[in-house]
């Protein structure tokens, strides 16, 4: 089976930097995906991680480390609208079928 | 463009009804998944089809659940003898290809079994 572990919840203030771990336990391993979802509206696409190392996208940078089965997704310059819960997702067996943590729900406050 | 439309986005039903839910993808997208949510949930794999074809259907709970994909394109998920447990929100996802990683989520629809 497979094991996908992240906080529930997290806070953090309007124009700071906030990291959201994940780490993951699998066989097959693919790769990593982050999704955002806010409350009631459907996931959103945010990165696919396959390779060690750090990707950036804008605001948002998503690591991962496959030896240590260890991810984060790194926002910077958190807007109020990031306020949204942050889902680490594994891929494995040869195929890009996310299995899905709980999410971590992220409050950006002022 | 368009994107995944799912219907109807609420249904209410008394436990032991029979459901269908509606998936419409994303046009051209040959690769459609279902998901079913519960509250403070991650989304759950239920099925994948590639194509008309089921070419994976692991996630599916029991034999209550059963889903089609007759022409490529709209698919069904269909709920037998709904329990209450089956509450939850019903996401279809699509995308372009089984070799492409992102998919594109519908709204969900939210079942509630009374």
């Known amino acids: ?30 790769g990593l995906f982050w999704y955002q979802q806010h409350a009631g509206e459907a996931p959103t696409f945010l990165s696919y991680n396959v390779l060690d190392g750090l990707e950036e996208k804008g605001r948002f940078s998503s690591f991962l480390s496959r030896s240590k089965g260890y991810s984060y997704l790194l926002l910077k310059e958190l807007q109020m609208k990031d306020s949204a819960s942050y889902l680490c997702a594994a891929a494995s067996g040869g195929s890009y079928i996310p299995t899905f943590g709980r999410g971590t729900s992220l409050i950006v406050h002022p | 463009g368009a994107g995944v439309s799912q219907t109807p986005s609420n249904k209410v039903t008394e436990k032991g009804k029979y459901v269908e839910l509606r998936c419409d993808p994303i046009s051209g997208h040959t690769a459609l998944y279902w998901y079913r949510q519960s509250l403070g949930q991650g989304p759950e794999f239920l099925i994948y089809f590639q194509g008309t074809g089921a070419a994976d259907d692991s996630g599916l709970p029991n034999d209550r659940f059963f889903a089609v994909r007759p022409e490529g394109s709209v698919s069904t998920l269909k709920i037998q003898r709904t329990e209450r447990g089956d509450s939850a929100v019903y996401l279809c996802a699509s995308s372009p290809g089984s070799s492409s990683y992102e998919q594109y989520f519908g709204p969900g629809t939210r079942l509630t079994v009374t």
């Open chain 1, 1 to 30: 089976g497979q094991n996908i572990d992240q906080p529930t919840e997290m806070t953090a203030t309007e124009g700071a930097i906030v990291q959201i771990n994940c780490t993951y336990q699998t066989s097959g391993f693919n």
